[in-house]
């Protein structure tokens, strides 16, 4: 079965142009294509004084305005604070140069064709990474046993827009704790596996793991193969029980809906 196209409803878009058929058709095109937000202005002033009562994720800019053009007007944006990538509309040829110097992401010919316009928009979200909801810390055994799980959990967070941060390397030395500490620190929660491991109730690293995130506040995803094995101080959490023995698609699947369920990337 085919993937379907991804959108981004979660994706509010700006978009400055002096004409209103333009504006008009970028509508058309964000919601038709993308199911993106859309906010449109025919004048600059218009955009900067909505800043005041919220902010876009991403910004398309026509460059000739009456008043203010489009490079004015991203230099006022900039110094209101807001640093959402920008995409400049333009009738001039020669203008990629200036653009890119001035702070933009890129830049579309006014005669843009819809899938031009589409794969513009899919490469800002790339690159700025937009289509990521939240960011989770993965808290889980370097071993063999564990790898099939993580995967399964890197596949059922990517189709939640939940990107998964982990440490890169599996030994205990305190510098790697230093950086794991800082990834817990930038992340919005942590997903930890608690599964017995070499006789122990809960893998220590992954136990140390947890109990920094407890004490920063973080929110816990716990789950684990054998819940009545939790460790005691969290047993009183929440724990997914999962079935190691099946397969990755079906392990991945079991995980989707579980993170669907929490609804861990809502709001962000």
Known sequence: MPTPPQTYPHLSVWVVDDHPLMLLRVKLFLRK????????FTDGMDLLEALQDSRPHLL??????????????????????VRAPAILLTAQSDALGEALRRGFDRVLGKEFREDEFVETIRAVVKQH?????ARAFLAIPFHPEFSLVADALRI??????????????????????????????????VIADVSPHLGSACNPNVAI???????????????SREVARAPFDLRH????????????????????????????????
């Open 33 to 40: 294509r993308l199911s993106c937000q859309f906010r449109g």
């Open 60 to 81: 398309i800019l026509d460059l000739r305005m009456p008043g203010m053009d489009g490079f004015q007007l991203l230099d006022r944006i900039r110094e209101a604070g």
């Open 129 to 133: 990474k937009l289509d990521i909801l």
């Open 156 to 189: 059922a967070a990517a189709q939640c827009s939940i990107e998964i941060i982990r440490g890169d390397d599996p030994t205990g030395a305190d510098e790697i704790f230093q950086s794991v500490r800082g990834m817990i620190d930038t992340c919005d929660f």
């Open 209 to 223: 793991e947890v109990g920094y995130a407890l004490g920063k506040g973080k929110t816990l995803a716990l789950l």
């Open 237 to 268: 959490l929440r724990i997914h029980a999962y079935d190691p023995a099946i397969d990755e698609p079906r392990l991945a699947a079991d995980f989707l809906g579980w993170l669907k369920e929490l609804n861990l990337a809502a709001g962000r």
